[in-house]
Structures are given as structure tokens and as C-alpha cells.
């Protein structure tokens, strides 16, 4: 799998939550494509806690939602906003687990509605939550006045035992 490279990196007044690397109160998530899927290694961190040691389902939410906007990118070449998410909490998370893996893949396109599959295992491999979302997707003159140029892969192949030794 290869990292994409967040295309928004730099622009200014970006600032997301999801996704942004200098938000200092965001998740700081990195995105890998793997075929048609989306891929994420995420930490978890005390300070995205609910209850002691257990991560917030509202956190969950965010790391959800914002891989499937990543896998809308992959596959149609666009942005968009979330129209609709439902989620099932399976499984807590620790937020003292060793780290998450996020995946997400556009299951079904009608027109310029992208329904996306995304779920957070923990790293015993435990499914703990999933989600789909209903995604409207911008048409490509919207996502480029919103700075979207299309996505770039580094030229690095990556193994996932990789990204999680590197934690």
C-alpha cells in the first residue's frame, strides 16, 4: 500500500479536525490506500477518553467519518459532506491500546451519493466499531473552488506490520 498525501497540507486557514496535522486538538489521522480501500493506523490517545480508559464513541465517530470522506476521495476523485452516518459500538476501546486500524471503502455510487463501509478494529484485531455513511459528493468544479486538486500517493510501497512496528 502506498500513504496519500493530504492535498489540503499547507493551504490556508486548514484546520481539520480529522486530518489536519497542525490541529493541536485534532486526531492528526494519515490515510494509506490499499487498492480500493483506505487505511489508517491510529494511537489512542487519554485525552480522547469517555469513561477511564475507554474511548469516547464521539472520537470514534470522527476517526470513522473521516476515513470514509479519504475513501470517497480514492475512488471518485472528489469531496464531499456527509449526508448520513449510522454506527454500531461492538466492542470499547482502551484508550491504552497499542494502536487502531481504521478501514474504509465506498460500497455503492447512485449518481453523486456514495454510500462508505468503515470499521475500527483494535490491535488484537477485535472488531469495535462500524459504520456506514451516505456521502454527497461535490461535483469536480465545487471540490476544486474548496482547493481539492485530486489525490497523490508517495512513491514507497508500505507494509501495514510496517506502520505498526513504527508506533
Known amino acids: 500500500m502506498k500513504r496519500i498525501k493530504n492535498p489540503w497540507e499547507g493551504k490556508e486557514n486548514y484546520f481539520c479536525f480529522g486530518c489536519c496535522p497542525d490541529n493541536p486538538s485534532g486526531v492528526h489521522m494519515k490515510f494509506y490506500a490499499n487498492g480500493n480501500e483506505v487505511v489508517s493506523v491510529w494511537l489512542p490517545q487519554p485525552q480522547f477518553q469517555g469513561w477511564i480508559d475507554t474511548m ?3 472520537i470514534q465517530a ?6 470514509c470522506a479519504w475513501a ?3 475512488k471518485m476523485n472528489t469531496t464531499g459532506v ?6 454500531r459500538y461492538r466492542h470499547h476501546i ?3 491500546d497499542r494502536y487502531l486500524l481504521i478501514r474504509a471503502h465506498v460500497a455503492e455510487v447512485r449518481r453523486k451519493i456514495a454510500t462508505v463501509e468503515a470499521t475500527i478494529s483494535d490491535s488484537s484485531g477485535q472488531l469495535c466499531a ?3 455513511c451516505t456521502y454527497f459528493t461535490f461535483t469536480d468544479e465545487k471540490s476544486k473552488e474548496m482547493g481539492y486538486k485530486g489525490l497523490q500517493m508517495e512513491e514507497k510501497e508500505i507494509e501495514l506490520a510496517d506502520l505498526i512496528k513504527d508506533l
Open 56 to 58: 469516547h464513541g464521539g
Open 62 to 67: 470522527v476517526l470513522l467519518d473521516e476515513i
Open 72 to 74: 470517497v476521495m480514492l
Open 82 to 87: 456527509t449526508a448520513e452516518m449510522k454506527t
Open 94 to 96: 482502551s484508550t491504552n
Open 130 to 132: 462500524q459504520s456506514t
